[in-house]
């Protein structure tokens, strides 16, 4: 008997990445790696909590994490603005990212925003800047970058650090140029609308798996929380463990290449 193929409805999906109970960054880092040494700051302005990285161990392997971290209660949503990230904290990541290149540590970045912060504070230090040297820098760091969108992947916020050798998605993450309210306000003038345009978008895990232009699909449990991540977190560490060996074979300058040439061709360049 033919198995029934069930569509996926994107919206329910965008509803899954934001559940309130859903897994967040210091979930990850906590349940993934040992020995973390949180790093602040980006020695120009401040230290962003919306970004946390720092030094750790992946089964014995010395590596470099960033995560964007949400918040679980409203108070610690409320400090860390929501997961949106300030030009300090895209700066931070970048610092990060050399240190890591200079003792030839990989990068993790676990990605979990709907975008980085617009306010006008946000602008006048340089929000576009930061973002836009985040990419310049990766997109020849000398060490391998594995990214993981654990949840929403919005605009520019996740675009910069989701430029790597692999990206992996979360089976109900979601990885999109802009949200689907923004979207619906800028071609209907109506945010209400953001169901629809969802639709449309083809921000679901499938839809980019379906293009090329993401690596891998983890499945999630039904009831996904922070008490049920588990066999998640060990299909995943699984997954980066082994991505990891292959990529630290490479020659580094053949490493940068294979990374350009894939993006590259992600573009249609």
Not at 13 to 36: L, Q, W
Request: overall charge negative.
């Amino acid at each position: 008997m033919k198995q029934e193929i069930i569509k996926k409805d994107a919206w329910d999906i965008v509803m899954k990445a934001r559940a309130n109970n859903r897994p967040v960054g210091r979930h990850y880092i906590d349940a993934m790696f040992d020995e973390f040494i949180e790093l602040h700051g980006d020695r120009l302005y401040g230290d962003d909590r919306a970004l946390i990285g720092g030094l750790a161990t992946l089964d014995g392997i010395p590596v470099t994490v960033i995560a964007q971290h949400k918040g679980s209660s409203l108070e610690e949503r409320v400090s860390v603005n929501f997961g949106m990230a300030h030009p300090e904290g895209y700066r931070k990541s970048m610092r990060l990212m050399k240190q890591a290149e200079k003792f030839h540590r990989p990068v993790i970045c676990i990605i979990d925003t709907n975008g980085a912060y617009p306010g006008i504070g946000a602008e006048e230090r340089g929000q576009g800047t930061a973002i836009a040297d985040n990419l310049f820098q990766l997109s020849s760091l000398k060490t391998p970058v594995i990214s993981i969108i654990i949840g929403e992947g919005g605009s520019g916020g996740a675009l910069a650090l989701s430029l790597g050798d692999h990206l992996i998605m979360l089976e109900n993450s979601i990885f999109s140029v802009i949200t689907p309210e923004g979207c619906a306000t800028i071609l209907y003038k109506d945010a209400s609308k953001a169901e629809e345009v969802a639709r449309h978008l083809k921000l679901t895990s499938d839809d980019l798996m379906g293009f090329g232009l993401i690596d891998s699909i983890i499945k999630e449990p039904k009831e996904f929380t922070k008490d049920t991540m588990s066999d998640l977190v060990s299909v995943l560490k699984k997954e980066i463990v082994e991505k990891i060996y292959e990529l630290i074979k490479l020659d580094t300058d053949e490493l940068v290449i294979r990374r350009q040439e894939k993006h590259l061709a992600n573009a249609g360049v």
